[in-house]
């Protein structure tokens, strides 16, 4: 089963210019999550899908930042215009629909998106 | 507010036993993830605790004490390919907040 997976590995973009990044979830996952890691600093929580709603968005760092899932598989994370503060290590993660009264949600996560932005 | 402590970075030999902290301070709770990270890659999961006690797993084993906000990670007979960074994550409902992550080196 192929796992999570993102493109393009890195991106290298001058400040002010616009990146797409790509994420494809395991199949038949629902839920899509999206996460960044600034250098120094740990793994911060930006958005989370169920199928292509947006269940909780409360991470997303300002209106820069413009995420989609359009038919509930794949994910894009735009960002326009970048900033030299947007750099850093974007991962995205994957789970299963959770059942009634389950507790446990592991996440199988991607190798992330290197971004940085001069 | 919420706040998920780790040391940096730590040092062991291969063969030997290491135990990475983690202390967690969040308004919800509903379950504490280990995952291991080497550079570049995807992080993994290793081991989920929600009640309190000990999952063993091989030579990996996770412990939580939920009264304490307290947690640690065991790797036991430490291997080289053990160097990597390990994470502790704590999860509400379905996000999870992160800890820095432990750097762990083992040296031969």
């Known amino acids: 089963e192929a796992g999570v997976t993102q493109f393009p590995s890195h991106s290298v973009i001058e400040k002010g210019q616009t990146v797409t990044l790509r994420c494809d979830p395991i199949?038949?996952?629902?839920?899509l999550y999206w996460y960044r890691r600034v250098m120094g600093k740990e793994i911060k929580f930006l958005l989370h899908?169920?199928?292509?709603?947006?269940?909780?968005e409360s991470g997303m760092p300002n209106n820069r930042f413009l995420a989609e899932r359009t038919g509930g598989t794949y994910s894009t994370l735009k960002v326009q215009p970048a900033e030299l503060e947007d750099s850093g290590v974007y991962f995205c993660a994957s789970s299963p629909r959770i059942r009634g009264g389950a507790s446990y949600n592991e996440q199988f996560f991607g190798p992330g998106t290197r971004l940085t932005v001069l | 507010g919420q706040n998920i402590d780790q040391p940096t970075e730590m040092t062991a030999t291969e063969g030997a036993i290491v135990q990475i902290n983690c202390t967690y301070q969040t308004s919800g709770f509903n379950g504490l993830f280990w995952y291991q990270q080497h550079a570049g890659e995807a992080p993994t999961f290793l081991s989920y605790?929600?009640?309190?006690g000990l999952e063993e797993k091989g030579r990996f084993s996770s412990f939580l004490s939920r009264s304490k906000g307290y947690s640690y990670l065991l790797l036991k007979e430490l291997q080289m390919k053990d160097s990597a960074s390990y994470l502790c994550?704590?999860?509400?409902?379905?996000?999870?907040?992160f800890g820095t992550g432990t750097r762990l080196k083992v040296l031969a």
């Open positions: 994550a704590v999860t509400g409902t379905y996000k999870y907040i």
């Open positions: 899908f169920v199928k292509e709603s947006k269940q909780d």
């Open positions: 605790n929600v009640l309190d």
């Open positions: 199949s038949g996952h629902d839920n």
